[in-house]
């Protein structure tokens, strides 16, 4: 995968037509001259990649199946890691949660921005005002919006019930309740992201031509026809881009959890993200924490792979 | 004047029609209303009332009486002006240093012809398959205990500079940016005596504030919202950044204390994007459109 992403790009770089060489001699030395120019533009750059990208991939793989403590030197262990990581408990509700968060997030994060990003699109006065406030929870900081929620969702004096005492419906447990955590947290997360999301559809729905719309009119197409007929089909790339990123993001779900509801209760909220932090900083296994970064590594690759295919294919075609 | 959508101009313009229009507007307005801007006007009130008055049910949606106590209160108890400069710090180093880096990186692999540049950038681009948060245990450790120079990087701000340059999204943007400036003005400048740092210096970057721009944004936006990283390379509260000291702090300390403290940290970002709202709007919407 990777070298077919770096040949996909490496065809994108033009090609320059190189100039003429120089008439004097000493053409070699300023070659080298020019390769160690260049190499000192990139020498930060590289060498923070190298240090903080390609050294840690590869060593996740490696301590993956090691014994490694901090201060002494690491053993091999085969595939311990792997099993004991297996035999958790834990394991399986952080992988079970994790992917119940991606599809909740996936249904609610996707249809709700996508249908007020078509609503929005109709309407022709406070544009501004909308963009502004959609956009605004994305410049929360992540911590503050689930503090927020937090609050929001406490059995006591919080909004949440207020809001359905309010309304004579009756009141929920929200992160309380091991069946409502997740829905809870999966809220918390649209809420706080969906603003990009709106404003990218936006701009894609901006981008159909008017003519496909009065030619379905025309056509007797009605108001749901139009959508289904020419709305969708016409932003069905962005739609798929988006759904790739957003289903990357929500896999590497921490914040949430970690601070609202501290993966309980009844582990209904730890995610696998969660449960490496554990197995690095609670449990001090750095193996294990390393043996399921693998194994998130490895879903998580197929997903960014597909997602870097789709958008090339997509400026290809442009 | 606006093209054409999903709703008919003309359907629009009958008395059934501008009808529909209207409730529809009021309605989103409301919705909107209620569900992004409520939430922060509770915050921001809330943090007004007296702790007796925040616990009441049903709740007062106006303050009895406003008082600046929570406010004050977190900013000396919650020593956010020692946080606050925390994470200013550690923001302002990740913005130089990926400016510098990221740039001049860019830079050469677009313009100077490296030996094996295609590779280079095959590997840098390859890092954006890999998530960022898969990977932040050997991360740690690699900062913890740096290859070869054998120092730790932990409770330092370097530990937030120097992996925010590793951002292989800005770099290709600038890469990108930098490959749509004409070679002739570049050799025009070579011709007249010009190096390839005067060169990016003068001509290059001149030329491309508005992706040194979004790209600024970006570094200072990610560094400010960044939660689990800082949480594990700074274990020393003094170093921590406000993210993280409100988590740590949340759970013993007074709720309309609390609840101003995240006022305040929201604040810088809010503001930021009140004031390059547009551009900030028209960069999301540009980018999602090329890709």
Redesign the interface.
Known sequence: ???T???R??SA??V?PV?APPPVGGRRRRRLA??A???G??L???T??A???????I??VV?AFQK?T?GSPPEWVGTANFSRVLHDPEFGAAWRNTLTFTLLALLIGFAVPFVLA?????????KA?????????V??????SA??WK??YDP??G?AN?AL??LHLPTSNWTNGADTALVSLVLVAT?ANMG?TV??Y???????P??L??AA?LDGAN?LQ??RH??IPQTRF?IL?LMLLQI?AT??V??EP??ITGGGPENATVTV?YL??KY??LYND?GG??AL?VM??VL??LF??LY?RL?RS??ED? | M???????PAALARPRGRAA?WT??TG??AL??L???F??Y??ATSAMKSPDE??????TLVPRHWNLGGYTDAWDLMQLPQHLWNTVVQAAGAWLFQL???T??????SK????F???????????????????????????????LLHTSLLNDPLAIW??A??N?FN?YLLKRFF?QIP?DVL?AAEIDGA??LRTLWSIVLPMSRPVLGVVSIFAL?AV??D??WPL?VFSDTDKQP???A??QL?QNIQ?TV??AA?VI??IP??A???VF?RH??AG????????
């Open positions: 995968m990777t070298k992403a770096a040949r790009t490496a770089v033009p320059h100039p020019d390769q120019r260049a190499y533009f990139l930060g750059g590289l923070c990649f240090l903080f990208s390609w050294y840690p991939a060593r996740a301590i490694f901090p078509l609503v929005l699109n109709e309407l022709r006065h406070a005002f909308f963009r502004v406030v959609v956009y605004l929870p410049m929360i900081p992540p911590v503050v503090l927020l609050w929001f006591g004096a909004l207020e005492r309010f809420w990009g404003l990218i936006l701009a894609a729905l901006q981008s159909i008017g003519e719309y009065e009119e108001l139009r959508i020419v709305t962005v881009m990357i896999m590497q921490f914040t970690f601070v993200l490496i932090y690095a900083f750095f924490a390393c970064s998130l590594l998580l690759g960014s792979a870097l958008t997509g400026e442009a | 606006s093209t054409r959508t999903l709703v008919s229009y529809v507007f989103v307005v909107f209303t569900a992004f801007l939430p922060v509770w915050m925040v616990a009441e049910t049903p709740p510098v880096f990221c001049a990186a860019a830079y050469a692999l100077l012809r490296p030996a540049g295609k590779v280079i950038l095959g590997g840098i681009l390859a890092t954006l398959m890999v998530p960022v948060q898969a990977l932040v245990v050997p991360k740690y450790l690699t900062v913890a205990d740096l290859p120097l992996p340059v590793a292989a770099l490959d070679r050799e190096g390839p936006v400010w919202q939660f689990l594990m406000i993210s993280v409100l988590v949340s709720l609390l609840v995240m940290a929201s970002m809010v930021l994007f009140l709202q900030i709007i999301i919407s540009a980018g999602s459109t090329k890709g």
